[in-house]
Structure formats: structure tokens, C-alpha cells
């Protein structure tokens, strides 16, 4: 299968951004797409170990190596998994930003989420966190894998929607990845109305919390019939009691790709936007793609806890 999708992988030379690279080649294998490697380097936007001379002070043109000497690493990664078609560049200035601005040009982006603590991977967790919220296209995050099935291949996707009747464009990315993949999709519909500190609290003491659940899952039947537009595809559909993040970071122990989008007009995708959205991108134990509302085919401090996948 031949495709003109471009994927871009940020890198710093840290073990999670190989783990993005090696997301991303996969992905460009089953699709026929091209893989771009980037590393920026004001700042030092690439782990230490790239390094030689420890905490040498560095002039422009040792970070400009350093930068090149990851970038290569990474490309070594993606042939050594059989792609031919990888490129790569270094840039000047902000990861983030630099991300962001790229991600207009490209069909997707992939970059590594935080690992054990260090500078680097404080840089990346800081990446990781404000690429999602600002970029032009959808962004997968990829955690460190540490048990279970491996991300790759897909075999089983899970979306966030948010229970109204019009498909949501993470809904619609989220079959087009099912499809891509030939993978299992559920879709999810959290209504936290259990709770007594729930955004449901305001709801009438009389209510019948069985119908208010069938009238989500109504509604998000509808939009899944919508978005499937004639497609020949089995979409398992449920609508839950229950904290939208500890679903999803549930969901992601028994999938391999959690889909959720940016903005929304309540439920799920509306509560995504702040805390939950970062509470699931930080938990997570598979890869999320956070899908920008626009796109068209183009917790809180509270403890967690922790999760491994089956």
C-alpha cells in the first residue's frame, strides 16, 4: 500500500522518543507513509547521553551535533524496522513550538510521553503536554512500554465520544485507524453521575440515571452510524457511570490506542480539555491520539492508580 502521509516524530535522544520513532515506522510500514525525524536543539531539547563531555559548556555548533548525532540515531531505528522512506532535519528553537508550527505541513505527529524524571524527560513531559493542545493535526503520544502486549499492530481501539448525535472528529479518525488496521473499535461515553462531587450533581434527586444512559448510548449510536457512513464495520458502543480519565486509563490497559479529541460540546470530549485530558496522557498505558476538533480527515493532583496492561 502506497500513501502520500507524512509523519513526523520529534526526538531528544531519550529511550521514549526511540519508542515514538519505532510507533511511527510501524505505522508508515502498514500505510505506504514517509516518516520525518526532528530533534530542535536551543536549549538542549535532547537527553544528556547524546553527549559527549558531560557538563561541558556548549557553543551552537556542539548542540547542532548533538542534535545531528540523535537524529541519525533515530533514522538507524526506523531502517533497522525495514522503512525506506525516512528523512530528517534539525531545527532551532522550542520543541513545542517548533512541533506545532510543523504540524501543519504533516498528516500526524508522534512524539514520546515523560519518563523517569530527568531534565530531558521533564522536556519532553512539557512537550508532550502542549504539542496535544495546539497542533494543526492529530498528535499520538507514546508511553514507555513496561508489560504486556506490545503497541504494535493495532489490534483494538478505543474512542472517547461524548454522547451527542453529531460525530466528533476524534469518533470519525478513530474508524478510520480501526479500518487502517483492520482492528476491533469501541467507543466510550463517560457519564459521571455516581458521584457526589460529579458535574451530574446538579441533576433532579428523582432522576433515572438507567435512562439517562440509554439516552447517551442512543445518541451515540447515531453519531457512529453517521460517521461510519455506510461502512461494513462493528463498533462495540457504551455508554458508562464513571470518571471520563479512569475509563479511558482503564480502556488503554486492554488496548492498544486510546482516540480522544481536544474540544467538545460536553460528556467526555468537553471534559478533555484541561486536567482529564492530562490525567489520561499522563496514565495512559498505551498510546493516545489526541484528534484537534477542526481536523477533517487532514486528573487532577488526586492519586492515581496505577495500571498495568493485561
Given at each position: ?116 524524571g530527568s531534565f530531558a524527560d521533564r ?72 458521584s457526589g462531587t460529579s458535574m451530574m ?86 498510546p493516545v491520539m489526541i484528534v484537534p ?18
Amino acid at each position: 500500500m502506497a500513501s502520500t502521509e507524512v509523519i513526523l516524530v520529534g526526538v531528544d535522544g531519550s529511550t521514549e522518543s526511540i519508542a515514538a520513532v519505532k510507533w511511527a515506522t510501524d505505522r508508515a510500514l502498514r500505510t505506504g507513509g514517509r516518516v520525518h525525524v526532528l530533534c530542535t536543539y536551543a536549549l538542549a531539547s535532547y537527553s544528556a547521553a547524546a553527549l559527549d563531555g558531560g557538563y561541558a559548556v556548549l557553543d551552537d555548533e556542539a548542540l547542532k551535533r548533538g542534535a545531528q548525532q540523535v537524529v541519525e540515531e533515530a533514522v538507524a531505528a526506523a531502517k533497522e524496522r525495514g522503512l525506506g522512506k525516512v528523512t530528517s532535519s534539525i531545527e532551532p528553537g522550542d520543541p513545542a513550538g517548533v512541533l506545532v508550527e510543523m504540524s501543519r505541513e504533516v498528516d500526524l505527529v508522534v512524539v514520546g510521553s515523560r519518563g523517569g524524571g530527568s531534565f530531558a524527560d521533564r522536556l519532553l513531559g512539557t512537550v508532550s503536554s502542549a504539542l496535544p493542545a495546539h497542533a494543526k493535526c492529530p498528535v499520538v503520544i507514546v508511553p514507555r512500554h513496561t508489560s504486556g502486549k506490545c503497541f504494535m499492530p493495532i489490534e483494538r481501539v478505543v474512542v472517547g465520544v461524548d454522547g451527542t448525535e453529531v460525530p466528533s472528529s476524534a469518533l470519525r479518525r478513530a474508524i478510520d485507524e480501526a479500518s487502517t488496521w483492520g482492528a476491533r473499535l469501541t467507543a466510550v461515553s463517560a457519564v459521571p453521575i455516581a458521584s457526589g462531587t460529579s458535574m451530574m450533581t446538579w441533576a433532579p434527586t428523582g432522576l433515572d440515571h438507567s435512562n439517562l444512559l440509554k439516552d447517551v448510548r442512543t445518541a451515540m449510536g447515531a453519531a457512529i452510524d453517521q460517521a461510519l457512513n455506510g461502512r461494513d464495520m462493528e463498533v462495540a458502543r457504551h455508554a458508562l457511570d464513571g470518571s471520563p480519565a479512569s475509563l479511558l486509563i482503564e480502556f488503554s490497559t486492554a488496548v492498544d490506542l486510546v482516540v480522544v479529541g481536544t474540544r467538545g460540546r460536553g460528556g467526555l470530549a468537553g471534559v478533555l480539555l484541561g486536567s482529564t485530558a492530562q490525567t489520561v496522557l499522563s496514565h495512559s498505558t498505551c498510546p493516545v491520539m489526541i484528534v484537534p476538533s477542526d481536523h477533517l480527515g487532514k486528573a487532577q493532583s488526586a492519586k492515581a492508580p496505577t495500571w498495568e496492561r493485561r
